[in-house]
């Protein structure tokens, strides 16, 4: 009979393309993981991985291994993790997606307090700028920012994310500042490009009007922490995340463009897949984010400027 614990080691060095990273990562001793990955070529009758001197290449039956129990060995976790629940505390490894900028500035204050609440939950948090594919990469819960694409994942809404358009002192002093939100169009742009490439328009709301500018950046970059620094640092006028900007403009550091006309809030939401909606520790974590997701709080806490 196939064990399922060799399965688990080999899913492990085919992904990290490492026998060194995955005993580190298991906790087990390096040659462990070889003495099992030899039984399991053995047992299976085929060579899994060819083994070079700088790299670990899987073989064309490693490949069809992998591809067929990647999803086995992702149920099964889950369903340890869901029946080691439901007999008390939650507990497993809680595998987290969300954007470098909300990874940063939000879940790494958020994320000690939660360890705290359930000691008995590890958890693996990818930050990364691509959107995830959480059956794919056996991704637990993602955090996602903006418009939901239709899909079959289960989505809870945390709340909306205000934005500010800001310019920091040292640009002021360089090019002045717009009068107008016409006269944007006229200075450096810092901004993050759509999905399809393309400039990202800029709206704003004030009352029942609306403005639409289609500003051509000076900066184009795909990361909002880097569209943060630029602007704090003089190189543009850039629209940011409240939960980024208003503690400079607090201090001065940055200033307010524009007050009574707004961007569009951004909605904030946890997202996983259907069939993880009731295990015990994605549970554990949407109800944490939703208590700790309040006006006032965290990265909703920006109600000083509206």
Known sequence: MLDLNALRIFERVAVLKSFTAAARELGMPKSNVSRSIARLEAELGTRLFQRTTRDVVLTATGEALLERSTNIISSLSEAVTYVGGLAGRPQGLLKISAGMGFG????????????????????????????????????????????????????????????????????????????????????????????????????????????????????????????????????????????????EIAAGRLYHLFPEWKPPAVDVHLVFPSRRELSPVVRAFVDFMKEVSKPGRLWMNDSNLG
């Not at 004030?206 to 184009?220: F, G, H, M, N, W």
Request: hydrophobic fraction near 40%; glycine fraction near 6%; charge should be negative.
């Open 104 to 247: 940063v500035n939000v879940l790494a204050e958020q994320l000690p307090d939660f360890l705290i609440r359930y000691p008995d939950i590890d958890i693996s948090l990818d930050l990364e700028s691509r959107t995830a594919d959480l059956i794919g990469d056996a991704v637990d819960v993602a955090v996602r920012l903006g418009p939901l694409a239709p899909s079959g994942l289960v989505a809870v809404k945390l709340g909306a994310m205000h934005r500010y358009l800001c310019a920091a002192p040292a640009y002021s002093e360089r090019r002045g500042l717009p009068e107008t939100l016409e006269e944007v169009m006229q200075h450096d742009v810092i901004e993050m490009p759509a999905p399809d490439g393309r400039p990202r328009p800029w709206t704003f709301s004030r009352e029942a009007q609306t403005i639409r500018l289609d500003p051509t950046p000076r900066i184009s970059v795909n990361e909002a922490l880097t569209v943060h620094r630029l602007v704090l640092n003089g190189a543009g006028l850039g629209i940011l995340s409240g939960y980024i900007c208003v503690p």
